[in-house]
């Protein structure tokens, strides 16, 4: 599964060897969304691995960016209570430049990172389905 997201760079940190055959790197992001006039704003740690760990030295602390990424999970029995765990991880695997869509730095408006596209749903979409067949325009989502 591939998921797009689009914030402002808050931290990077250094690249992690946690084996001879494994390494990361961890980086955060801002994340805000404006739902019914209200800004919510998410902090979401992301990681990079293997020679993926690179990509993100291009960026400064402050940038926006957008992220391609996977959700990767993991169970495992932890040994002292013998109880199931869960990882989540999300791995990104593309880092680029946000252009588009950023607020202008003149108008005080609210960051809109991940606003969905038009017609794409969303918060505020409503289907465009009208069951009327007289032709009577219907507002009622059912």
Do not use: H
């Amino acid at each position: 599964m591939s998921l797009e997201v689009t914030g402002k760079l808050l931290v990077k940190y250094d690249t992690l060897q946690v084996s001879e055959k494994f390494k990361k790197r961890e980086f955060v992001m801002e994340l805000a969304e404006e739902i019914n006039g209200n800004i919510y704003t998410n902090f979401a740690k992301l990681q990079l691995v293997q020679n993926k760990c690179e990509i993100i030295d291009r960026f400064n602390t402050g940038d926006l960016i957008k992220v391609s990424f996977n959700i990767k999970g993991n169970s495992y029995v932890d040994k002292r209570d013998g109880q199931t765990k869960y990882i989540t991880n999300l791995d990104a695997w593309r880092v680029e430049a946000a252009t588009a869509g950023a607020p202008a730095a003149s108008a005080p408006q609210a960051p809109a990172y991940n606003a969905p596209a038009p017609n794409q749903g969303g918060y505020n979409s409503a289907p465009a389905y009208n069951s009327s067949s007289a032709g009577t325009v219907d507002d009622l989502p059912f």
